[in-house]
């Protein structure tokens, strides 16, 4: 090794599990010229699972990876890198450098036990970094995302208004979600152990998901896992920052969240009043709008935005059960808004984050941008490649799209995210 | 284009994923390539006649403006979705068929994919033949 940083992206779209896996370590590998690398990040869409599943993905990647290698990943909807756009096949991030120390946790049970398996992983990186002699700290942390519940005599539906009905339906929810793992994702509250626990990390987040948000998986070095935190904690000597943007804009629909669950997944009331009929009225839409065939196509266009000192983060919601909101993010009591979203918005979003490194000569880029951006953009994506090509030219950068993001720096605070574009640039 | 071309493998591709039913590359009055239709979603065969029927009508305008760079058409017909990408200066299109509550925005990245290999194949065939 003679100092100098590689880094390689790989591709396969082979669809065979193991064919795909062993291809992607090897387009990713060959940048490096025979360079051990640093660490391996894999994303795969979740077409494997019927065409060999994960395990044999897996085992392709570890006939190629040198043993070791610290790797982590996880299932996402889609991905972007340096060979152009994907809804299907399988990526890969490796790096290779000499001043970079490098340590992988995992946490499991995330849905059941958020905190501990936050500790747990959190605990694994610091200990196995400790002796670090670099300054600068990274943390990629990847969680299971929300999977939505399959409810027994109605199946999965984002819209049930009878009130009878939902009442039922989240009196279940604690069930599901101790007993089955099935339902909120919990990634707040494990990445705040998590950052309890390491301080003084930037840390960049993605929750992993699936095309419909039914199931994902986590990679840890040779597992598949489920409802785990996999997490990569680098100290390098090498320059960084992470930043997001998500370009929604604030509407004149204002109001006040005035009750929430303990929890703060799910709105009661807005404006002291139901929240769901008071959700229409705001908006100046009928009972039509909550069409069950609709809702899905329609409520990422109409988040709820809460203040967070100077920033505005979107709030999507779940469902609607009767009059309750389920969200897939913590809310709390106080004044909140509609954002509004539109495909030239979540374009513009990309061009004001490359902004924030239009100074800088990037070795390498991590972004993670939510999986509704890549369902609403459909081909109009190539746009934000395009942008990010811009900024990256012919070096490596890799966007993940999934289920959630976050981003925490030492100086600003932890931001949890939804319909985000979020990045980590290294350079020198 | 004939019913070996190597965009055939590019459609068996798309015809993998759940959520197309049917694909094809085809303009007015002609289809040009197209998978063995047995592995076609049984769900289309109830609406194929009137969405071949609408289909027609859509190439008519198609050959009217693809010249001019209509890039995508789509209609939808009984809970399906046809998706037009119209193959640059070309009057032929890549079709498919999907639900129409499919994740759409997840089709169009890989139509639009499947396209692309279909321009580099027919770059390809063009130069062979110069």
Same mark, same amino acid.
């Given at each position: 090794?003679?100092?100098?940083?590689?880094?390689?992206?790989?591709?396969?779209?082979?669809?065979?599990?193991?064919?795909?896996?062993?291809?992607?370590?090897?387009?990713?590998?060959?940048?490096?010229?025979?360079?051990?690398?640093?660490?391996?990040?894999?994303?795969?869409?979740?077409? !494997?699972?019927?065409?060999?599943?994960?395990?044999?993905?897996?085992?392709?990647?570890?006939?190629?990876?040198?043993?070791?290698?610290?790797?982590?990943?996880?299932?996402?909807?889609?991905?972007?890198?340096?060979?152009?756009? /994907?809804?299907?096949?399988?990526?890969?991030?490796? $790096?290779? !450098?000499?001043?970079?120390?490098?340590?992988?946790?995992?946490?499991?049970?995330?849905?059941?036990?958020?905190?501990?398996?936050?500790?747990?992983?959190?605990?694994?990186?610091?200990?196995?970094? +400790?002796?670090?002699?670099?300054?600068?700290?990274?943390?990629?942390?990847?969680?299971?995302?929300?999977?939505?519940?399959?409810?027994?005599? $109605?199946?999965?539906?984002?819209?049930?208004?009878?009130?009878?009905?939902?009442?039922?339906?989240?009196?279940?929810?604690?069930?599901?979600?101790?007993?089955?793992?099935?339902?909120?994702?919990?990634?707040?509250?494990?990445?705040?152990?998590?950052?309890?626990?390491?301080?003084?990390?930037?840390?960049?987040?993605?929750?992993?998901?699936?095309?419909?948000?039914?199931?994902?998986?986590? /990679?840890?070095?040779?597992?598949?896992?489920?409802?785990?935190?996999?997490?990569?904690?680098?100290?390098?000597?090498?320059?960084?920052? $992470?930043? /997001?943007?998500?370009?929604?804009?604030?509407?004149?629909?204002?109001?006040?969240?005035?009750?929430?669950?303990?929890?703060?997944?799910?709105?009661?009331?807005?404006?002291?009043?139901? +929240?769901?009929?008071?959700?229409?009225?705001?908006?100046?839409?009928?009972?039509?709008?909550?069409?069950?065939?609709?809702?899905?196509?329609?409520?990422?266009?109409?988040?709820?935005?809460?203040?967070?000192?100077? !920033?505005?983060?979107?709030?999507?919601?779940?469902?609607?059960?009767?009059?309750?909101?389920?969200?897939?993010?913590?809310?709390?009591?106080?004044?909140?808004?509609?954002?509004?979203?539109?495909?030239?918005?979540?374009?513009?979003?990309?061009?004001?984050?490359?902004?924030?490194?239009?100074?800088?000569?990037?070795?390498?880029?991590?972004? $993670?941008?939510?999986?509704?951006?890549?369902?609403?953009?459909?081909?109009?994506?190539?746009?934000?490649?395009?942008?990010?090509?811009?900024?990256?030219?012919?070096?490596?950068?890799?966007?993940? !799209?999934?289920?959630?993001?976050?981003?925490?720096?030492?100086?600003?605070? /932890?931001?949890?995210?939804?319909?985000?574009?979020?990045?980590?640039?290294?350079?020198? | 284009?004939?019913?070996?071309?190597?965009?055939?493998?590019?459609?068996?591709?798309?015809?993998?994923?759940?959520?197309?039913?049917?694909?094809?590359?085809?303009?007015?009055?002609?289809?040009?390539?197209?998978?063995?239709?047995?592995? %076609?979603?049984?769900?289309?065969?109830? #609406?194929?006649?009137?969405?071949?029927?609408?289909?027609?009508?859509?190439?008519?305008?198609?050959?009217?403006?693809?010249?001019?760079?209509?890039?995508?058409?789509?209609?939808?017909?009984?809970?399906?979705?046809?998706?037009? %990408?119209?193959?640059?200066?070309?009057?032929?299109?890549? =079709?498919?068929?999907?639900?129409?509550?499919?994740?759409?925005?997840?089709?169009? #990245?890989?139509?639009?994919?499947?396209?692309?290999?279909? =321009?580099?194949?027919?770059?390809?065939?063009?130069?062979?033949?110069?």
């Amino acid at each position: 090794m003679n100092g100098e940083l590689k880094a390689g992206v790989g591709l396969s779209r082979k669809w065979d599990a193991r064919e795909a896996g062993r291809e992607v370590a090897e387009t990713a590998l060959e940048k490096l010229d025979g360079e051990k690398p640093k660490f391996f990040l894999l994303f795969s869409t979740i077409h !494997y699972e019927k065409y060999g599943g994960f395990q044999e993905l897996l085992n392709g990647v570890w006939e190629v990876l040198p043993e070791g290698t610290p790797l982590i990943g996880g299932t996402v909807a889609g991905f972007m890198n340096n060979y152009g756009c /994907f809804a299907r096949g399988v990526t890969a991030l490796t $790096v290779s !450098y000499p001043n970079m120390d490098v340590a992988v946790g995992v946490g499991e049970n995330t849905k059941r036990n958020p905190s501990k398996a936050g500790n747990d992983c959190a605990k694994m990186i610091k200990d196995k970094i +400790a002796t670090s002699s670099y300054h600068r700290k990274f943390l990629l942390s990847l969680i299971s995302a929300t999977e939505i519940l399959e409810l027994p005599g $109605v199946g999965r539906k984002s819209v049930i208004r009878s009130k009878a009905m939902a009442r039922t339906i989240i009196s279940g929810f604690k069930l599901s979600q101790n007993v089955l793992q099935k339902g909120a994702g919990m990634e707040e509250f494990v990445l705040e152990n998590v950052i309890k626990e390491l301080p003084d990390f930037h840390l960049l987040h993605a929750s992993t998901c699936d095309d419909k948000f039914l199931t994902n998986y986590q /990679f840890f070095n040779e597992r598949v896992l489920k409802n785990s935190i996999v997490a990569l904690g680098l100290t390098t000597d090498l320059n960084f920052d $992470v930043n /997001f943007a998500h370009g929604l804009k604030e509407s004149d629909v204002k109001f006040r969240i005035t009750d929430v669950s303990p929890d703060g997944q799910i709105i009661y009331k807005i404006n002291g009043k139901p +929240a769901a009929s008071t959700l229409l009225e705001l908006i100046g839409y009928s009972e039509d709008f909550f069409d069950e065939k609709l809702f899905v196509k329609r409520f990422p266009y109409f988040p709820f935005g809460i203040k967070k000192g100077e !920033y505005i983060l979107p709030r999507s919601f779940a469902m609607i059960l009767g009059e309750s909101i389920p969200l897939m993010a913590k809310i709390e009591t106080g004044e909140a808004c509609i954002l509004l979203a539109s495909g030239e918005k979540l374009i513009e979003a990309a061009k004001e984050l490359v902004g924030h490194f239009d100074e800088i000569t990037p070795l390498f880029g991590i972004i $993670v941008s939510c999986a509704i951006r890549l369902m609403t953009l459909g081909n109009g994506v190539h746009a934000v490649r395009n942008i990010l090509l811009d900024l990256y030219k012919d070096r490596p950068f890799l966007t993940v !799209y999934s289920g959630g993001e976050g981003v925490y720096c030492p100086q600003k605070g /932890f931001f949890y995210l939804q319909e985000s574009i979020d990045m980590a640039t290294f350079w020198r | 284009m004939s019913s070996d071309d190597p965009i055939l493998e590019v459609l068996e591709d798309l015809l993998k994923l759940d959520d197309i039913y049917a694909c094809m590359v085809a303009r007015k009055n002609m289809v040009s390539v197209i998978p063995d239709t047995s592995k %076609f979603n049984p769900k289309i065969m109830d #609406v194929w006649d009137i969405v071949s029927l609408a289909m027609k009508s859509v190439f008519a305008v198609i050959e009217e403006y693809a010249s001019v760079g209509l890039d995508v058409m789509e209609f939808r017909l009984k809970n399906h979705s046809v998706l037009f %990408f119209i193959i640059p200066e070309t009057d032929n299109a890549l =079709v498919a068929i999907i639900p129409s509550l499919a994740n759409k925005g997840l089709i169009e #990245v890989e139509m639009e994919n499947a396209r692309r290999r279909i =321009v580099e194949i027919l770059k390809k065939e063009e130069m062979a033949r110069a």
